[in-house]
């Protein structure tokens, strides 16, 4: 089992920036990969952006240039620098990790509200 805690959210106003951080708990096997997903309201649950445990990244087209993901594998660390917000950027923002015994985990989520 994997415990994930994301913090970092909140109220920003359009142009502004936050950092999002989702931190694993230790286990016994190694984590393949981690990604922040989101969901608006009314919406399906969206993929934003992924890192691998050799720190190959990934993005949807979306975020690509405005949001970096980042990580720390010795501390089970993974950041979500997200710039140039938007209000359409306004949603719940989960993070999760993928294991090499293809579990998935995912934390509770943190809120973020873009105001136009």
């Known amino acids: 089992q994997v415990q994930l805690v994301e913090s970092g959210g909140g109220l920003v106003q359009a142009g502004g920036s936050l950092r999002l951080s989702c931190v694993a708990s230790r286990t016994s096997f190694r984590i393949n990969a981690m990604n922040w997903y989101r969901q608006a309201p009314g919406k399906q649950r969206e993929f934003l952006a992924a890192?691998?445990?050799?720190?190959?990244?990934s993005y949807t087209d979306s975020v690509k240039g405005r949001f970096t993901i980042s990580r720390d594998k010795t501390e089970n660390t993974v950041w979500l620098q997200m710039n140039s917000l938007k209000p359409d950027d306004t949603a719940v923002y989960y993070c999760?990790?993928?294991?090499?015994?293809?579990?998935?985990?995912w934390g509770q989520g943190t809120q973020v509200t873009v105001s136009s």
């Open positions: 890192i691998t445990s050799g720190g190959s990244t």
């Open positions: 999760n990790a993928v294991l090499n015994s293809l579990a998935v985990y």
